[in-house]
T-cell receptor, first 113, second 112 residues
Framework: DVKVTQSSRYLVKRTGEKVFLECVQDMDHENMFWYRQDPGLGLRLIYFSYDVKMKEKGDIPEGYSVSREKKERFSLILESASTNQTSMYLC????????????FGPGTRLTVT | GDSVTQMEGPVTLSEEAFLTINCTYTATGYPSLFWYVQYPGEGLQLLLKATKADDKGSNKGFEATYRKETTSFHLEKGSVQVSDSAVYFCALSKGSARQLTFGSGTQLTVLP
């Protein structure tokens, strides 16, 4: 069965802290994605990766970075967390460039105080 | 850039009512179109998809037809159930990794 897991369901951090959100998929997928979900805005793409060590900016990359050292793991990093980064973060993966279906993790609700 | 406009919610229906959630898109080229569903406390799941004009996607009684002339992909179901209560997202995909652009989501509540 397809599985995308995220390291935490809920996270509370202070302003200025460095925050790591981890995502792991067990399907040998090429592509991995990070989105944030906010009420009334839907999901917005932050970064994606189509191969190990390869990454591309999405629509809202400012304030974020990513790391993909292994195929199965894709990390989202908030270098200095701010209150406007309080949100639900969703990770997804897909098999290849020609694959249409993305598989989503359960999400991490991050609160920055 | 590409965008998806989705019917504002929330939508509340009685069980067995007919459902329509409107979705229109703006995109260059020929995107693929999707409906994803998010049940409470869970991540998104693919509900149905259409990859070219006039394709009809269907799953679990839900249907949507890719209309290029009206740039629309409206979601319909003839008879909703309480278990259909969820948030529904319309999306399009393009690009090297088929990255998704989502609409704002529509909360559906079905009452018994």
């Amino acid at each position: 069965d397809v599985k995308v897991t995220q390291s935490s369901r809920y996270l509370v951090k202070r302003t200025g802290e460095k925050v790591f959100l981890e995502c792991v998929q067990d399907m040998d997928h090429e592509n991995m994605f990070w989105y944030r979900q906010d009420p009334g805005l839907g999901l917005r793409l932050i970064y994606f990766s189509y191969d190990v060590k390869m990454k591309e900016k999405g629509d809202i990359p400012e304030g974020y970075s990513v790391s993909r050292e292994k195929k199965e793991r894709f990390s989202l990093i908030l270098e200095s967390a701010s209150t406007n980064q309080t949100s639900m973060y969703l990770c997804a993966s897909s098999l290849s460039a020609g694959s249409y279906e993305q598989y989503f993790g359960p999400g991490t609700r991050l609160t920055v105080t | 850039g590409d965008s998806v406009t989705q019917m504002e919610g929330p939508v509340t229906l009685s069980e067995e009512a007919f459902l329509t959630i409107n979705c229109t898109y703006t995109a260059t080229g020929y995107p693929s179109l999707f409906w994803y569903v998010q049940y409470p406390g869970e991540g998104l799941q693919l509900l149905l998809k259409a990859t070219k004009a006039d394709d009809k996607g269907s799953n679990k009684g839900f249907e949507a037809t890719y209309r290029k002339e009206t740039t629309s992909f409206h979601l319909e179901k003839g008879s909703v159930q309480v278990s259909d209560s969820a948030v529904y997202f319309c999306a399009l995909s393009k690009g090297s990794a088929r990255q998704l652009t989502f609409g704002s989501g529509t909360q559906l509540t079905v009452l018994p």
